[in-house]
């Protein structure tokens, strides 16, 4: 059975767009796909020395595993489930990155679980990156990716426009986040997307809920094998302004992709700064096997922002 658009699209931003899964299972009613990547890497930073012996050397390697479903109910009706795993160098414990589930009709897609925001298929437009990138997007927590007891409803239309709206009840009170987002792909390369998320947010456990909201806005331009995607974001919390943006370009040679961002964010309160600039180039050995390395140049001051290297390889199945 092959995908509905849809569920594609939301199972696909799960597992990145470049997935590489097997189908261990298809039929005209149904299909099941396994798959994931094992991936050893380490990081490189004097940030990395918290306590007493720490060095500046960091295993960071991490291996996930995923099971993608989908079941065609009639010729309107299909129903879909996702999940995946992460195992991380550093603890024996499995995190549940995504687990959801729902159906995709005529009239949009209806999903429940840990999944991504209505925004991230805005703020996956600069973070594009194997090591850095992506941390000036996210002002408040509803705007981020993997979110519990999140409800999700998504629509593709026939002239390229998906709109996504999400609402997160959370299970401490006084903490529910809701958001939507409008997003164009054009024909010609250039799409376009902008989204807003409001709601009631805890800033640690036990402390007082705040209000919080928060604007996106996003642009990327694709020419060949050039790439440039812009965003914009703006957001207060707890009545302190604050705004920022990512840039971020990336060019293929053959088997190579070259890759830079920019990520800046800032606020009266200097707990919410962001200011980088990174480098990465990536090998692509075959389709399903990679290496990379990035390196991190951090303009704000103090040891917890030093500069970063970071390189692994990554096996997709």
């Known amino acids: 059975m092959k995908k509905t658009m849809i569920t594609a699209s939301i199972i696909g931003a799960a597992v990145g767009f470049n997935a590489y899964a097997y189908t261990v299972y298809s039929s005209d009613e149904s299909a099941l796909d396994i798959g994931g990547r094992i991936e050893p890497r380490f990081n490189v930073s004097d940030a ?22 989908e079941t065609s109910v009639n010729d309107s009706v299909s129903v879909f489930g996702f999940y995946e795993a992460e195992m991380t160098s550093d603890s024996f414990d499995i995190e549940n990155r995504y687990m959801y ?20 298929i805005l703020t996956d437009f600069t973070d594009i990156m194997e090591t850095f990138g992506g ?7 509803g705007n981020q990716d993997k979110l519990e007891n999140n409800f999700v409803y998504m629509v ?19 903490n529910d986040s809701a958001g939507g987002s409008v997003y164009y792909k054009s024909p010609i390369g250039l799409d ?9 947010q805890r800033t640690g456990t036990g402390l007082a809920s705040v209000e919080v909201d928060q604007y996106d806005v996003a642009l990327s331009y694709t020419f060949n094998d050039f790439y ?41 309160n200097a707990s919410h ?9 990536v090998y692509n050995v075959t389709d399903n096997f990679v290496g990379y390395a ?24």
């Open 48 to 69: 990395n020395e918290v306590n007493a012996g720490d060095s500046s050397f960091k295993d960071i390697s991490r291996a996930r595993l995923h099971f993608a479903g």
């Open 101 to 120: 589930a729902g159906f995709d009709t005529n009239f949009g897609a209806f999903s429940y679980g840990k999944q991504d925001s209505s925004q991230v």
């Open 135 to 141: 941390s000036a997007a996210d002002i408040v927590v």
């Open 156 to 174: 593709e239309t026939p002239v390229g426009v998906t709109v996504t709206l999400n609402y997160v009840a959370a299970d401490e009170k006084d």
């Open 192 to 200: 376009i997307g902008a989204g807003y998320v409001s709601g009631d």
């Open 228 to 268: 440039i995607g812009a965003l914009y974001v703006a957001g207060e919390v707890d009545n302190v302004d604050i705004d920022g943006y990512e840039i971020a370009l990336a060019y293929n040679v053959n088997d190579y992709v070259f890759r830079y961002v920019f990520n800046y964010r800032d606020s009266d």
């Open 273 to 281: 700064d962001v200011d980088y600039n990174a480098i990465e180039g």
């Open 294 to 317: 990035g390196y991190e140049f951090n303009r704000l001051d103090g040891k917890p922002n030093d500069d970063q290297l970071q390189a692994g390889v990554r096996y997709k199945f």
